[in-house]
């Protein structure tokens, strides 16, 4: 297995320059807490990059994916499952935990399959502005249904991992969240391996850089855009999971911020990579937790966007991102 | 614009339009002065008249020329110009608040309402242009989220910089309008609703003069394709950002009208369903076409602030069983999102687009006309 | 041999002047060391074999691209080259607002009101640079090269110094009429702005039913007399073709880029345009840059022909000169036509 040094050595040392960074502003406690918000950010922001990278559209409603997957897995576990509160036999755990990220993850998948196919595809070679819209509508569309079955208050997540926590370095991590980081980072890899080594990645990276070109030499087009969005809803539909069971409550809205500073986070990272969309979440889950521990909790949104702006000004290609020569 | 020699046979209707649109201003004015006097008419007519007393409805026309003013404002941006905005609530903000800055008991100020809606307007345009000049250079996508950002920030700015704006709570006891000693009150809309329907007028003369103007002609054709605007021409950046500006002073106009008739303002009024339920005024209403979007946006709001209303009543009080626990007002999104869906999906022109619009959405291959060879070759 | 339609050059200053023009993406090295010069008068052509690296030569003469290396001249003025030193620009948005601002907040000590001045002043003078750095007038653009700062022209820059051009891909404003098409190409000459629009003054009206004239003879130009109201998408495409010419030279140029001009046309309509062209040099003294494939266009209306292939120039000469060199023949791997 040949390993490309000059491609990895730029993401590796962005990505060490900025977890050692973070550590050290943060401080142990809030580290934890920043690397699993940026698992979750960086699962989302996965899902924007590549659906930007194949059919180059932002797909609005992806934030409510994930909080449309957040409810589907409390359902699961409420009901489904009947479980209401820490589950202690860890054989048990894993494979309620296991149950319930599958089904999520499949159960997002099929519907973020079946968006794409009845509210994009027809409009795949619409004028730039329809399918925008028309991804607003979804979005809209997904939270008025949660808040209808659910109602517009905050929904209580049973929280089936133990809190206990261990004393790491100064402070004290919870299972939970180094659960949460392992899972998060074992899926990117996966998802890396995938389009990287598979015949259907393959397809769809052929996809991402020149449409007409991978038709012509037989990729089903549809195909790869559907496994596309499939792939993109059951990550986030698994950054849904972490989000109910580290947070505990789930609210219908909560696509909307989430969704803004993952896909921020994306645009940081450089649109259409996905390595980049992994660096991005964890970077601007510390901006988001720095702004907290600075005292500026309410500010930490208007920083976010504020990094978008600078990001899109500055240097729209992201971190990682090709730089273009083209002005119009 | 097109030539004047035309080869249709002047029927009478086809000679009143040709009248008309040489004489477009006094077209405009004419027709908002008619449908004004006839509204209030028409709502005294059962069943209207039953939903709720004159006086209310008049109140909701004059509201709803807010959205309509906001409508014809964001189709600039949106429709003329073809930049999706997101967070257009902003603006409509920062019209408000300045308002409330220059005419409350909380700053001590009562500058009149007459010079503080150009204020408003300058204001919102000033921000537009500081929004847009480094953003304008992005494609259509990211603008989008960074319009959206943006609409997120300016409310939260209001809400957290409670010294100078009160947060959560708001100004209040903003002073009302007064025309030449004549007091604006609460209990009586009907000024407001002249003064919205005199706006309003003036706003779309000025529109209709802008697109068709070359300023108009640079907006369609950076919205038909930028590469070939910018080589003809065009200076792509400075056009966007009139097109930005113009709409944000538009939707400032409509905060600082808005605020002087609800005499309050508070960050929890800008939102992004707002932002949303005005994009959704222009996209169902027809993008690009002026009267189609105006009149797209009285139907949503009246919808929006009767209709729901009177359903849930219609439905609750005939005990129809599931109809009757729906509180249409809160789906109302829902159904927004579905209309949006809906219709960029089959009638993406919208309900009332312009022809040139229609012709652009559902666009065949074999476009080509019929049209035989030219055959007077050049002078050879 | 066909012989030249047209009447020669005159002899003159040079249009424009590209030197050693080179532009890579990347690892890949589109165009390389590329040099072209346009005499006053003189249509000129590019050829070469697919991929060769002509649209991109192309679009880095309009200001589409900027270039990896080289410098593009208009009359002897630096248009187009490798941006110098860009990084200073957002600091001479911002460094004069800094000074005044500390200047202000200095004085605010002495005297609160004189403060508050300056720093307004200096906000103003803050928000006035960002709008120059957007619309970049002259001054604008003086001071930064007093700076030493230099950024390329941009497509719209190139309109005003005197280019206009066509599409290989035709790239006309579909769903406006072919009448609202070539208003758009006027767009420079034509001087009302916003303001004017909105209080529909005189002088805007009076302009507007000028440009609709003048729209109409540039259609009776290029042979599209007549079809001023139909919408550029139901044009033929032969039509089409001939109404991004329009278009072009509605700006008024002094050189004209032409992207495959006969592209998909039949031999009269191929005929029409050459002769259309040679017109036009020969009535308003346009010089003209040609991409062409046509061997025959190309032979029969060149003054002299450039050659690229793989990004580089082969050949450089009179049509016959490069008929007949041998790297030229192939390269394309084939005769050139009886």
Redesign the interface.
């Known amino acids: 297995m040949t390993v490309d040094f000059r491609r990895v050595i730029r993401p590796v040392a962005i990505g060490t320059i900025a977890l050692l960074t973070e550590y050290a502003l943060l401080g142990t406690q809030q580290f934890a807490n920043a690397l699993t918000l940026g698992a979750i950010y960086a699962l989302i922001a996965l899902g924007y990059t590549m659906v930007y990278g194949i059919v180059e559209l932002i797909n609005f409603a992806h934030g409510d994916i994930f909080m449309v997957g957040s409810f589907l897995a409390m359902w699961i576990m409420t009901t489904l499952l009947g479980l209401s509160g820490p589950v202690t036999n860890l054989l048990n755990l894993v494979g309620l935990l296991s149950i319930v990220m599958f089904a999520t993850m499949v159960g997002m998948g099929f519907i973020g399959m079946f968006i794409e196919r009845f509210a994009y595809r027809p409009l795949r070679h619409a004028p730039r502005l329809a399918p925008l819209i028309t991804a607003i509508g979804v979005s809209f569309i997904l939270q008025n249904i949660i808040s209808s079955l659910f109602g517009p208050s905050p929904v209580n997540v049973p929280q089936i991992v133990p809190l206990d926590k261990f004393a790491f370095m100064g402070g004290k991590i919870g299972y939970l969240n180094v659960f949460m980081v392992v899972l998060a980072v074992v899926l990117m890899i996966a998802l890396q391996l995938f389009v990287g080594r598979t015949r259907l990645g393959r397809a769809m990276r052929s996809t991402a850089q020149d449409r007409e070109a991978a038709e012509l030499m037989g990729v089903d087009i549809n195909q790869t855009i559907a496994i596309t969005f499939f792939i993109a809803a059951a990550l986030a539909g698994a950054g849904g999971v972490i989000q109910g069971l580290y947070f505990g409550s789930i609210k219908f809205d909560l696509g909307f911020f989430v969704g803004l500073k993952a896909f921020t986070a994306a645009v940081l990272g450089g649109i259409g990579n996905t390595t980049g969309a992994a660096i991005g979440g964890f970077i601007i889950a510390f901006v988001e937790v720095y702004a907290t521990v600075l005292g500026y909790t309410q500010w930490s949104e208007v920083a976010v966007f504020t990094v978008l702006i600078l990001v899109l000004v500055f240097r729209p290609s992201g971190l990682l991102g ?1 730089q273009l ?4 | ?3 004047a020699t035309s080869k249709r046979l002047p029927s009478p209707w086809g000679r009143l339009r040709a009248r008309a649109h040489d004489h477009r ?1 006094l077209t405009i004015l004419a027709g908002w002065a008619i449908v004004a006097s006839v509204l209030p008419v028409i709502v005294m007519i059962p069943p209207l008249s039953t939903f709720q007393p004159e006086s209310l409805w008049i109140d909701g026309f004059a509201n709803a020329g807010v959205f309509i003013l906001l409508a014809m404002g964001l189709n600039v941006v949106v429709g003329l110009a073809g930049l999706l905005d997101l967070g257009y609530a902003a603006f409509f903000a920062i019209g408000s608040y300045a308002y409330a800055f220059g005419a409350s008991p909380f700053t001590n100020l009562q500058i009149p309402f007459w010079p503080m809606l150009l204020v408003g307007a300058v204001v919102a345009a000033t921000l537009g ?2 929004l847009g ?1 480094p953003t304008l250079r992005l494609r259509g996508d990211y603008l989008a989220i960074v319009t959206l950002g943006f609409g997120e920030i300016v409310p939260a700015v209001f809400l957290n910089a409670s010294a100078f704006t009160l947060g959560t709570n708001g100004i209040g006891g903003i002073y009302k309008p007064e025309v030449f000693g004549f007091q604006f009150t609460l209990e009586n809309p009907v000024p407001y609703y002249v003064a919205m329907v005199a706006i309003l007028a003036i706003t779309m003369v ?1 529109l209709y ?2 697109q ?7 907006w ?2 950076i919205r ?2 930028e ?12 056009t966007k ?2 097109a930005f500006a ?1 709409g944000a002073s538009t939707a400032g106009l409509a905060g600082v009208f808005a605020t002087s008739k609800l005499t309050f303002v508070g960050p929890g009024q800008f939102g992004f369903q707002v932002s949303f339920t005005v994009l959704a005024m222009v996209v169902l209403g027809g993008m690009g076409n002026i009267w189609g979007v105006a009149t797209g946006a009285f139907v949503i709001y009246t919808i929006q602030a009767v209709l729901l209303k009177e359903l849930n009543q219609f439905f609750a009080v005939l005990h129809v069983p599931i109809l009757q626990s729906i509180d249409f007002v809160q789906y109302q999104y829902l159904l927004y999102g579905v209309a949006l869906v809906a219709m960029m999906l089959l009638r993406p022109e919208g309900l009332f687009p312009s022809s ?2 229609r ?2 959405l559902h ?1 065949t291959s074999e ?3 019929d ?1 035989p ?2 055959t ?5 | 041999m066909t012989a030249a339609i047209v009447d020669p050059p005159p002899g003159g200053d040079l249009i424009l002047q590209a030197r050693k023009v080179t532009k890579a ?2 690892g890949l090295i589109a165009v390389r060391e590329v040099d072209l010069e346009i005499p006053r008068g003189a249509i000129i052509s590019l050829i070469g074999p697919n991929g060769a690296g002509k649209t991109t030569f192309f679009n880095v003469i ?5 270039p990896t290396s080289g410098v593009v001249e208009l009359g002897g003025r630096r248009m187009v080259a490798r941006p110098v030193r860009a990084w200073l620009e957002p600091v001479t948005w911002v460094l004069p607002a800094v000074i005044i601002g500390a200047l202000g907040v200095l004085a605010y000590q002495a005297s609160p009101t004189a403060g508050g001045l300056i720093v307004l002043l200096a906000l103003i003078g803050l ?1 006035a640079m ?2 120059a ?3 970049r007038p002259t001054w604008y653009r003086v001071l930064l090269e007093r700076f030493g700062v230099f950024k390329s022209a ?3 820059e190139m ?2 110094a005197g280019i206009g ?1 066509t ?1 290989q891909n035709i ?7 072919a ?2 098409n070539v ?3 006027m ?2 000459k ?1 001087k ?3 303001a ?3 209080l ?1 003054t005189p002088r ?1 009206r009076a ?2 039913t000028a ?2 004239a003048s729209a ?1 003879r540039y259609l009776e ?5 007549g079809r ?4 550029a ?7 089409q073709r001939r109404l991004e010419v329009a ?2 030279l ?2 008024e140029p002094a050189l004209v880029l032409l992207d495959e001009p006969t592209a998909g046309m039949n031999p009269r309509e191929t005929r ?1 345009m050459t ?2 062209i040679g ?1 036009l040099r020969r009535d308003l003294g346009l010089s003209f840059l040609l991409i062409e494939h046509d061997m025959k266009v190309v032979m029969g209306i060149s003054d002299r022909v450039t050659v690229l292939d793989h990004g580089e120039c082969i050949a450089e000469g009179t049509p016959d000169e490069v008929r007949r060199n041998p790297r030229v023949i192939e390269a394309y791997l084939g005769k050139p036509p009886e």
């Open positions: 090709q020569g083209e002005r119009a | 614009m097109t030539t201003s242009i500081l000049a000025f003069r802008l068709g103007s070359r300023l108009g002609r640079a369609m054709a038909e394709d590469l070939a605007a910018a080589s003809s021409g065009i200076n792509t950046i400075t950002l009139l113009l040139r619009r012709q652009e666009a476009d080509v006309a049209v060879p030219p007077e070759a050049l002078g050879a | 993406f990347g309009a200001g589409i691209l900027d928000i960002l709008l750095a957007i619309v941009r497509p719209n309109v005003r051009r599409f790239r006309l404003f579909a769903n406006m009429t009448l609202e208003q758009v190409g767009h420079l034509m009302s702005n916003a004017d629009a909105l529909s805007a302009e507007e440009s609709v109409l130009l290029v042979g599209l007399k001023g109201d139909q919408a998408r139901n044009l033929p495409y032969g039509d278009r072009a509605a700006s029409e002769e259309l017109r």
